[in-house]
């Protein structure tokens, strides 16, 4: 079962921009279509962005295109999120999330995510 860390987390003001990272536990991280997903307070868990088990695709979410950017280094067993001019409403707990070895595509679904990290937080001042 793969464990995954994130962090990069933080205070930055808007218009600044946070790196998070999320590193596996396993060797076999390559085989993990990868997503992240963030939860805002009161708010319900959604899909920010996600990439393929191989990365040649990712997907990102309209509210954060052109803004966020997914990318993979399987190399180093992490997954990272880019994200830039950010604004006040991007405050969020910020999770990774895997889907099952060698699943095709990617997912908006968090449900069909089976493993999740703990979450770091980004707080993003007006």
């Known amino acids: 079962q793969v464990q995954l860390v994130e962090s990069g987390g933080g205070l930055v003001q808007a218009g600044g921009s946070l790196r998070l990272s999320c590193a596996a536990s396993?060797?076999?991280?390559?085989?993990?279509?990868m997503g992240w997903f963030r939860q805002a307070p009161g708010k319900e868990r959604e899909f920010v962005a996600g990439?393929?088990?191989?990365?040649?695709?990712?997907h990102s979410a309209d509210s954060v295109k052109g803004r966020f950017t997914i990318s993979r280094d399987d190399a180093k067993n992490t997954v990272y999120l880019q994200m830039n001019s950010l604004k006040p409403e991007d405050t969020a707990v910020y999770y990774c999330?895997?889907?099952?070895?060698?699943?095709?595509?990617?997912?908006?679904?968090?449900?069909?995510?089976?493993?999740w990290g703990q979450g770091t937080q980004v707080t993003v001042s007006s």
């Open positions: 990439i393929t088990w191989r990365g040649g695709s990712t």
């Open positions: 999330a895997a889907r099952r070895s060698f699943t095709l595509g990617i997912s908006s679904d968090q449900y069909e995510y089976a493993y």
């Open positions: 396993e060797g076999t991280f390559s085989t993990y279509a």
